[in-house]
Structure formats: C-alpha cells, structure tokens
C-alpha cells in the first residue's frame, strides 16, 4: 500500500530569517500548514512566522523536545520518540500522522518532512534545503521558488543511514555499508509523528 499526504512545502533557502539554520521551524511551518494553523503573523512568508514564534517563546527549532513544544502549543499533537524506526514511520503514515526526522544529511545536522512512501517502501519527503545526493544537496534557489525539495523520493537506505547518524560521517558510512537487515532493525531516529 502506498499513501502520499498532501503536505504543503516551504523552502528554508528563501526564507528572510536565518535561512542557513531553519530547517526545524521550516519543517514544523508545514506540518502546521498541513493541519490549517493559522497563520501566526504579518511577514510574506508562513515559514518565517513560524521561526519567530520559535524565537519569541525561546524555543530550540533544532531540537527534538523544542519542536514537539511549538506545535503542541499551537494544538497539534506531538508523539515523539528518541528511539524511532522505519517501521515507526511507516505506521504513523499510514494512520495520517505526518513525520517530521532530524538526520545528518548535512554537516550540522537537517531536519525534514516525511510524508509518505510508495509501493516498494522509499519515503516521499519535503526536504526543506533541496534534494539531497550522496555527494550532497541540489540546494533551491535563494532568490526564486523553485522547490527542488518538494515530495522528493529518498531510499529507504537514505532515512535510515541519515537519521540513525549522529555525524554526516557516520551517516555516510551506514549509507555505503549498512545490509537491508541494518538500515530495517536499527532504531535510534529522532522522530516526530503529528496529528491533529
């Protein structure tokens, strides 16, 4: 079976607030916008709203614990685990929750969407920085909304090499090393799983 939610996407790339940094408070903007919150504030753009908001209440948009207090604040439900699994991701999915996964897939660290996944079992994501590659990201524009990001299909090898990491190194070497009873097994992903 295979389900693909239709989650709205925002890119970090442009966002007029720390776009370098904001993967977190980009993520969790479209899992708000998923669940029709309300916009926040008056800027162009829902994402950077969000990030204020963030800023305003002093929460961590990169940590774990500071996301799940943001959207839960805002009325979402927020069921996190530090002990996450593919599997994990797959039933959420499939009972309408929407993932949010912190991953090395960059140097310091990103933050994604996970939306979905098709018949053979690869994830859909809304990855705010751009598509990611082994040899690195195909980053969107910072200037235009090109959206490279948007409902992107990443290997299942990819989420759980990048989300099990706790280094882009580390993450890299599970990618080019780890068997499909590894990257199925192992379950140390920092996952968020949001509903209504």
């Avoid at 069921?79 to 960059?106: K, N, P, Q, V």
Wanted: include cysteine; proline fraction near 4%; charge should be negative.
């Amino acid at each position: 079976m295979a389900v693909n939610h239709n989650v709205p996407y925002f890119s970090q790339e442009d966002n007029e607030i720390e776009p370098w940094r904001t993967c977190g408070s980009t993520s969790a903007a479209m899992c708000l916008k998923y669940f029709q919150v309300a916009d926040l504030g008056p800027l162009p753009q829902y994402e950077d709203d969000v990030k204020k908001r963030f800023d305003r209440l002093g929460i961590d948009h990169g940590a774990p614990e500071g996301i799940k207090r943001l959207l839960e604040g805002l009325g979402l439900r927020d069921d996190l685990t530090l002990r996450g699994s593919l599997s994990d991701i797959t039933r959420a999915l499939d009972s309408g929750e929407i993932c949010i996964l912190h991953g090395y897939w960059t140097g310091s660290g990103h933050i994604l969407v996970i939306r979905g996944y098709n018949n053979n079992g690869d994830f859909f994501v809304n990855d705010p920085t751009g598509e990611w590659f082994h040899a690195g990201y195909r980053k969107n524009s910072r200037f235009s909304p090109d959206n490279k990001g948007e409902n992107k299909l990443y290997s299942r090898k990819l989420i759980s090499s990048g989300g099990n990491a706790f280094s882009l190194r580390e993450a890299l070497s599970f990618y080019d090393t780890w068997d499909s009873s590894t990257i199925e097994s192992t379950a140390t992903m920092w996952l968020h799983r949001i509903s209504r």
